[in-house]
C-alpha cells in the first residue's frame, strides 16, 4: 500500500516561500501525487495535483523528481490565511484514498 | 450547484441513541466518500460508494456504522448505539471517476458533520 511521510510541523513568516516535502517510496506506476488544505472546522481543500516534473497553479507548485518517491508543495510568499494544515494524497489500494496526518504550517507576522 | 452539502452541521447525542447524517454530493460526480475526523488527526476513510453501489468499507467501522446512497445521489450515515468514541467529524465528498485516476483523486468535500456525544 502507498503510504505518505510529512513532516508533523513547520513555522514559516510573512512573505516567505514554504515548502513541504512527502515522501513516498511505494507510489504505484499510476498514481498521482494530490496536496489539499484544511483550515478549522472545514473540510479539506483541493490545492494541486501532479504526476511528474513540475505543475505549477495560481495558489501553489508541486515538484516531483523523476523517481517519483518523493514530492513537495511550494508555497510562494505565504501570508497569515495560509496558515493550516497541508496533506499529501496518494490513491491507495482499491480507490481507499488515505490521509495521513498532515504537516501543520504556522505563518507569523 | 453550490458543491457537497452535509445535514446537519452539529449534532449532540446521548450515549446509546442513533444518529443519521446526510450527504448531497456534487451532482455530477459518481462517486461518494464518508470520512471521519477527530481533533489533531487527519481524515480517517470510513467508505466509499461509486454510484449506488458501496464498493468499499473501512474494516476500522463496526457494525454500528451503516451508508447508504439510494440512487446514486444523495448518501446517508447511521450511526447506532451511539458511544463517546464515536465523538468526530464526519466528512462526505465526491469525485468524478473515470478511468484516468487523476480525476478520482479530486476530491470536493463538504464543511462536514460535528457529532458530540454525551
Known amino acids: 500500500l502507498a503510504k505518505t511521510t510529512q513532516p508533523i510541523s513547520m513555522d514559516s513568516y510573512e512573505g516567505q516561500e514554504v515548502n513541504i516535502t512527502c515522501s513516498h517510496n511505494n507510489i504505484a506506476t499510476n498514481d498521482y501525487i494530490t496536496w489539499y488544505q484544511q483550515f478549522p472546522s472545514q473540510g479539506p481543500r483541493f490545492i494541486i495535483q501532479?504526476?511528474?516534473t513540475k505543475v505549477t497553479n495560481e495558489v501553489a507548485s508541486l515538484f516531483i523528481p523523476a523517481d517519483r518517491k518523493s514530492s513537495t508543495l511550494s508555497l510562494p510568499r505565504v501570508s497569515l490565511s495560509d496558515t493550516a494544515v497541508y496533506y499529501c494524497l496518494l490513491k491507495a489500494a482499491g480507490n481507499k484514498l488515505t490521509f495521513g496526518g498532515g504537516t501543520r504550517v504556522l505563518v507569523k507576522p | 450547484d453550490t458543491g457537497v452539502s452535509q445535514d446537519p452541521r452539529h449534532k449532540i447525542t446521548k450515549r446509546g441513541q442513533n444518529v443519521t447524517f446526510r450527504c448531497d454530493p456534487i451532482s455530477e460526480h459518481n462517486r461518494l466518500y464518508w470520512y471521519r475526523q477527530t481533533l489533531g488527526q487527519g481524515p480517517e476513510f470510513l467508505t466509499y460508494f461509486q454510484n449506488e453501489a458501496q464498493l468499499e468499507k473501512s474494516r476500522l467501522l463496526s457494525d454500528r456504522f451503516s451508508a447508504e446512497r439510494p440512487k446514486g445521489s444523495f448518501s446517508t450515515l447511521e450511526i447506532q448505539r451511539t458511544e463517546q468514541g464515536d465523538s468526530a467529524m464526519y466528512l462526505c465528498?465526491?469525485?468524478?471517476?473515470?478511468?484516468?485516476?487523476?480525476?478520482?483523486?479530486?476530491?470536493?468535500f463538504g464543511a462536514g458533520s460535528r457529532l458530540t456525544v454525551l
Open positions: 501532479g504526476y511528474k
Open positions: 465528498a465526491s469525485s468524478l471517476g473515470g478511468t484516468d485516476s487523476s480525476g478520482a483523486n479530486v476530491l470536493t
